[in-house]
């Protein structure tokens, strides 16, 4: 196929005072919903004393931020997996918007902030397994079955594994984006075999190290509970939507008039990924749920029973429409991965889709309110209705979306919008998908 010449030109993004309004009011009105939310947050629940009320308050707080720190964090991160993936396989397609994922992955520097932040301040509010005398033999709060994991579940161990990981993976993303910066400067090969050797130990290392922090941050939350394919159903979450972010920045870019080498091509091969991992999630979401449902264990099927016929019934089913019923029958089409409406109303789906996921994940067991010694409860955990959504979860939802793409808009004016030198550079503008 013929393909006209193709001008390798330098182009800077710069941030316009709309950039500007949208991120910042996002932030501002989601802070003043949120903070709204907190304070008339007042729930009736029959048989509760002040100070469960207010814990449970605090919960609810506390909650919402580790569903969106979690969120928008493991996006960041699944965008530098991306460029590692795409480097060590050596792929050439993706070099034209390889930028936009460098971009997102700057935010796992506050992003990963947040979430220790979270942790240090929040461990013993959110987590059962974290609470006073609960692996202690003969204190009131006595689990056994959680002091059978306290060689694991203990808080020491926790924070040296969020701060490993974490730092680990923000190093990752820095060197990366580095090396790639250094590349349009000198050229030649030599930061690009730096950044395959990155990659590959990247990898490695971020499937065994992110395996144990979905355990931690998420799965741990019902510490009662487990399933064998959690991370993996985690990653897919996080992979996917990272992917459709990608795909929406390269829309959002290309309206605005930048990335001149950037068509319709490589927007068919995102919205192909987002097709096939929208699967690939929807696999891992029956894979789990099947496997528990059938063998109706007690501790396993309680995590279900509580998601499936309580009141987050409708949540439940609305993830999975969502998350695989739009993309599977929009995007099986191949001209609607290239048609920007279509396009911007399956991603936008797929990302509330996948949050609710998280949400799903999150509030469920963190809004359950574990008793402690001071209380005048027997010990065990009383269950709690959902609260349904309020301004607190819409408030959240925008300040940390506005954070996010205050950092991307940010990270993109830092370098060229594609790497001018990479050098698979031609064969990404010459990118045709063959049909």
Known sequence: MEHEEV??????????????KWAFGLMIIGLILAAIGYFTYHPHIEGLSEHDLHHLSLKRLLSNIL???????????????????????NAGWYVAIRRIPEAMSEYTVPGGIIVIVLTLFGLSTLYHWAHEGIMTKGSANYDAL???????????FYFIRMVLFIGFWIFCAFMIRKYSRNEDEVGGLVNFKKTYALSAAFVVIFAFTFSM????????????????IFSVYNFATGWVSALTIIYLFTWYLRGKGYLNIVTDEHQHDLGKFMFAFSVFWTYMWVAQFLLIWYANIPEEVAYYKERLFGSYQFYFYFVVLVNFCIPFFLF??????????????VGAAMLVGHWLDVYLMVIPGTMNLATDPTDAHPAGIIKVASQGFGLMEIGFVCLFAGLFIWVTLK?????????TKHPYIKESALHDVGI
């Open 146 to 156: 959680l002091a059978g994991k306290s060689w694991y579940l203990n808080k020491p």
């Open 213 to 228: 922090y979905s355990w931690d941050q998420i799965m741990s939350i019902d510490a009662h509970w487990y399933s064998t």
């Open 332 to 345: 099986m089409s191949r001209d609607n991965k290239r048609n920007r409406k279509v396009g911007f109303f």
């Open 67 to 89: 569903v969106n720190g979690y969120f928008f964090f493991i996006i960041s991160v699944c965008a530098a997996v991306f460029i590692a993936i795409s480097q060590i396989a």
């Open 7 to 20: 001008h390798i030109r330098e182009e800077k993004y710069l941030i316009t005072e709309g950039n500007k």
């Open 411 to 419: 990270a993109l004016t830092k370098a060229n919008l594609y790497p």
